[in-house]
């Protein structure tokens, strides 16, 4: 019988640090958007680790068990490569020792393996020198036996795991579909490691920047073999023939009206549309034309099995991605009615069906796209299951678009500016978990007064102001087409230098950000709504705009049905009974029977050049005893407990607030309390946000502590022995 586990290593390392590292390794490269799975560096402890996770369905992930328990005699603790941060723990429940590896196919990524035994580094290092240099963005990470691993962009999936001329001159591997990578900063059972710390942040940011570039095309032609080429058929020579003879004696004008997308047959417009890596290709085609042709023909052949051989032909000819047609020998990107009738003879049958390979050897795998069907079974729906993955638990789904909306001056500015700070510390919010990430602030109006909401959140709950990336120059989300491509990319310079996924994209208010749209017109919200919802999918984050209600709020949204109809949620701010409420009016994956109450708070700020005060507000929820208010209900605001404000009194309220927040991480990430280190940033979060509902003796509020009445606190709590420090970072005794 054969067991999947690790062999015995010299010098091995059975820390709580090391495993602790490697799992929280895996579920950051998650997100960011790579795909991984647990190995011992070498072997995958899953199978179908070259396929996403999601990408599967049921009788795929039947075949992969019953082909593991036959093999192992064990079920497998998962089938397929995961983004998700649940499967994630649970296999490193079962194999605490992996480390985390990367599947290149699904993350689109192709790596370069500098092998150090072939002198692959030493030889690669003068390849790049040849060519101007390591091209900029690529990280470059060391493996465990003195390697290296360059890592590309691959977004078409065009290579394979072959290496060709580059690893006979170059002593270098390739890592693309089919292949994996361990993830940077990764350290395995025996002590061994896949560069630093340092490494794997430099990897993070790369990859959330969405810049890692492409394989230069010198190093392309020396590895020859692309997707594309390992996919090609054997062409019969008469057949090749024949479709040529038929290019020659068409007249291809008489097909091009057929993309016309009024008149034509063939819709590229509604293609695009439903068909994301389609319309990626054909508006962003790559330098590679011979494989441009190929993967564009695979799409439209797809979408439109019966397209004769002139068509194809015709649509070549009006798209620049294809190259240059030419009557002569083909040069450079250039190619003949040859090259077309190969790509549409390679591109018959491709709704046949062949047995998928599990990529066991480290193979790419070549998977035929399946047969089309109109329908689906309710058992696959169930087979694929996924959670509805939360920004805010219950309330705001990521991958989403929602609208907050209401009269002027209830708050709505307050309410989202307090949301989007607990989103980028990834702190509960009323109650409720929350998501943490990189949150951008798109504000077009109200820039004068962002400053003093910034600085009263700052000095109410935290010193650094929540650290949200702030924009101002708003595209135009109606009259700009490119509006949704420059928001993504205002969203990955914020990843890049934060090292975090952007999880929340604010756009205060939508109709500063719609000028010169019609906001009752179906046609002009709807496109609206279309390019929020490019820039939520291709984020993966929850894109939330503020938006007014009309004069009557019982009849909603101002403006178009169309708003409330695209997006996935509403939230209703208003003043009710005296009362500040924020209510979910629609959601389409959870509750609507939803309702927080929450108190609107003056807070001075500073002084005016007369020596006035300069005020701003925060919102505070309404707490009963020691919980927040979520129902609506005609009663007063409950008042604040009393307690003694001693020091002493102050040691106990940030004991008290640390062991509640070491609690809740306690059983996010399975270590104990006395394992979870805070801050001074954090204990004075903490301190100050318990002090908010408590009142002095006499029935005062009690304000805030500044950073200095914190360190005084903090250094009581360590001599008392209440808390431990190392280096920068405290911990509970």
């Known amino acids: 019988m054969t067991v999947v586990n690790f062999k015995p290593a010299l010098a091995v390392d059975n820390t709580g640090a090391r495993r602790s590292r490697n799992k929280k390794n895996a579920m950051q490269f998650a997100q960011v958007g790579l795909y991984v799975f647990p190995s011992d560096g070498k072997v995958p402890l899953v199978p179908r680790y070259n396929r996403a996770d999601t990408s599967l369905t049921k009788a795929d992930v039947e075949a992969a068990v019953e082909e593991f328990m036959e093999k192992h005699e064990i079920e497998p603790a998962h089938v397929g490569a995961t983004r998700d941060i649940e499967v994630i723990k649970r296999m490193w429940r079962k194999f605490p020792d992996a480390v985390p590896s990367i599947s290149c196919g699904p993350s689109r ?30 990280p470059v990470n060391p493996t465990k036996s003195g390697g290296q691993h360059f890592v590309f962009s691959d977004p078409e999936g065009k290579f394979t795991n072959k290496a060709g001329a580059l690893k006979k001159n170059y002593g ?43 394989l230069p095309q010198e190093i392309v032609n020396l590895i020859g073999a ?52 389609f319309a990626k290709l054909y508006e962003h085609p790559g330098d590679d034309c011979s494989t441009n042709r190929f993967l564009a023909a695979r799409h439209v052949m797809r979408e439109w099995p019966d397209m004769p051989a002139p068509a194809l032909a015709a649509f070549f000819s009006q798209w620049d991605g294809a190259g240059e047609y030419t009557d002569d020998k083909p040069r450079g990107g250039q190619y003949d009615d040859r090259q077309i009738a190969r790509e549409w003879i390679k591109n018959q049958g491709l709704t046949k069906q062949s047995k998928p390979s599990d990529g066991a050897a480290f193979e790419a795998v070549y998977e035929s796209e399946g047969a089309s069907r109109s329908h689906t079974r309710a058992s696959d729906l169930v087979a694929n299951y ?37 989103a980028r510390r990834g702190r509960e919010w009323f109650g409720r978990k929350v998501q943490g990430g990189d949150v951008l602030y798109c504000y077009a109006e109200g820039a004068e007064g962002m400053s003093g909401r910034a600085k009263a959140w700052a000095d109410s709950n935290d010193t650094s102001g929540g650290d949200l990336a702030m924009m101002n120059d708003v595209p135009n989300l109606f009259r700009d087409s490119k509006a949704a491509d420059k928001l993504i990319t205002a969203a990955r310079e914020c990843e890049a230098d934060s090292g975090q996924p952007v999880r929340l994209i604010i756009v205060d208010t939508l109709a500063a950000a719609t000028t010169g749209a019609d906001g009752s017109s179906d046609k002009d919200m709807g496109l609206v709504c279309q390019r929020l919802r490019k820039v939520a999918t291709e984020l993966d984050c929850a894109v939330l705009v503020v938006h007014h209600s009309g004069k009557d709020v019982a009849k909603g949204m101002r403006g178009s049905s169309a708003i409330l109809g695209a997006v996935d949620y509403t939230l209703l701010a208003e003043e009710k009974d005296g009362a500040s409420v924020l209510r979910v009016e629609k959601m389409r994956d959870a509750s609507k029977s939803q309702a927080i109450r929450f108190k609107l708070v003056e807070v001075v700020i500073g002084k005016d050049d007369d020596g006035e005060d300069e005020t701003s507000c925060v919102i505070r929820p309404v707490v ?56 001074l940033t954090d204990l004075a979060r903490l301190l100050n946000a318990s002090r908010a509902n408590l009142a002095t003796l006499d029935g005062k509020p009690m304000g805030p502590v500044n950073t200095k ?10 001599q008392a022995q209440r808390l431990s420090v190392r280096g920068r970072m405290y911990f509970l005794k």
Do not use: C
């Open 624 to 679: 009963v005893g020691t919980s927040v208010d979520m129902a609506v209900t005609d009663e007063d605001d409950a008042p604040l407990i009393r307690r003694s404000d001693g020091r002493e009194d102050r040691v106990e309220m940030l004991i008290e607030a640390m062991r509640a927040e070491a609690d809740r991480a306690d059983r996010a990430e399975d270590e104990g309390v006395e394992a979870i280190g805070f801050r």
């Open 226 to 277: 692309t997707v594309a080429d390992a996919e090609s058929e054997p062409v019969s020579p008469s057949q090749e023939r024949e479709v040529i003879k038929s290019l020659r004696d068409s007249e291809w004008g008489q097909y091009a009206n057929e993309f016309d997308p009024t008149l034509g047959k063939y819709d590229l417009e509604k293609l695009k549309a439903e068909n994301e890596d």
């Open 172 to 214: 270098t591997d390739v890592r693309g579909t089919g292949g994996q990578f361990v993830g940077p900063g990764s350290i395995r059972e025996d002590g061994k490691t896949y560069g630093s710390d340092a490494d794997r942040l430099d990897f993070l940011r790369a990859v959330a920047s969405g810049k890692i570039p492409t």
């Open 709 to 718: 009445g914190v360190s005084r606190v903090i250094e009581t709590a360590v």
């Open 109 to 138: 990524l192709v790596v370069l393996d500098a092998d150090a035994k072939d002198g692959g580094p030493a030889k690669l290092a003068e390849l790049f020198a040849e060519i101007g240099g390591v091209p900029e963005g690529v």
């Open 386 to 422: 996924r959670p509805v993955r939360w920004l805010v638990k219950r309330l705001i789904p990521l991958n989403s678009v929602g609208a907050l909306y209401g009269l002027p001056n209830v708050g709505k500015s307050f309410v989202v500016f307090d949301l989007a700070s607990h």
